[in-house]
């Protein structure tokens, strides 16, 4: 079983294809297995990579709580780059994901060629964070003493995962499915440590607005709660574009795999042939004209 090795923890990994690498980092509800769609599209062309973080096996679970946070998550995926020896590649992250994704470019653009963040934002707005918060424990609370089996048939009915099961019934069986065999014990940890104690991106604006790598903003427009944090991003990030699929809720990648699937693809061609460039500081202005 192919795994790379940080702090004595194993995290498992799958790789498929030739060319740059393309990093794939799965969201909360998710694992390795979410982004099949997207490896066996994008390996025709890239040497495409996706493994399970730390609490989802088979990657280890460590019992300790201090053992997940942000910064773990940030230093597990960077692990596995240097686990693989590679030096540079593009990060494609949903959510819990799409957070790694984003705080890799902050924290290492030299090892980042882009970053596509997609449905990252639950929590970020401080009129949310204490509530976000809240619920996070909650949750946690719920995987410890419920188990995933059961947690899962509330999570995977969520208001932006019911788009998911009226499109698609069957692929959001096989997600719903999955999630309920995670491990109870690592997504509690996980809850509690990675998405409840996690930084507000809108305390990071100060250090958004010098990120220098591409990075493609991507939200379902009906993923409420990273919306208005995605405005954000694309307003604050100067290489930032921002992508809204219609009609779509969180889990875009597996909802509207077609549809994710070209909007990246034509983001890292753009990126490869040096056509995503920084904002023209002319587009910011209180005129909504420029005659004003």
């Given at each position: 079983m192919?795994?790379?090795r940080v702090d004595s923890v194993n995290l498992f990994?799958?790789?498929v294809g030739a060319g740059l690498p393309l990093v794939f980092v799965h969201e909360f509800a998710g694992d390795y297995r979410s982004w099949r769609l997207q490896m066996g599209f994008f390996s025709r062309r890239y040497r495409t990579l996706a493994f399970n973080a730390r609490g989802y096996p088979p990657s280890d679970v460590p019992t300790d709580p201090e053992a997940y946070s942000q910064g773990r998550a940030v230093a597990d995926a960077i692990a596995v780059l240097d686990g693989l020896k590679?030096?540079?590649?593009h990060v494609v992250g949903l959510s819990m994901g799409g957070f790694t994704a984003l705080h890799l470019a902050l924290g290492h653009p030299q090892r980042v060629l882009s970053a596509v963040v997609a449905g990252a934002g639950y929590g970020a707005g401080p009129e949310h964070a204490e509530a976000f918060r809240a619920e996070s424990v909650l949750t946690a609370a719920a995987f410890a003493a419920e188990g995933a089996a059961k947690v899962a048939e509330r999570y995977a009915v969520g208001p932006a995962r019911v788009q998911f099961q009226n499109k698609n019934p069957r692929g959001w069986a096989e997600f719903a499915?999955?999630?309920?065999?995670?491990s109870s014990l690592g997504s509690a940890l996980t809850m509690r440590g990675v998405q409840a104690e996690r930084p507000s991106l809108y305390a990071l604006?100060?250090?958004l607005a010098t990120v220098s790598v591409p990075v493609l903003i991507l939200a379902g427009d009906e993923d409420e709660g990273c919306l208005e944090p995605a405005l954000m991003l694309k307003r604050t990030i100067p290489t930032a574009g921002l992508t809204v699929l219609p009609r779509t809720g969180h889990t875009a990648n597996l909802e509207e795999p077609?549809?994710?699937n070209r909007a990246v693809d034509s983001f890292l061609a753009a990126v490869a042939r040096g056509a995503w460039r920084l904002r023209d500081p002319r587009s910011r202005s209180a005129s909504t004209t420029g005659m004003t």
């Open positions: 192919p795994t790379a990994f799958e790789e590679i030096g540079q590649a499915e999955a999630l309920a065999g995670h604006t100060e250090a077609d549809v994710f």
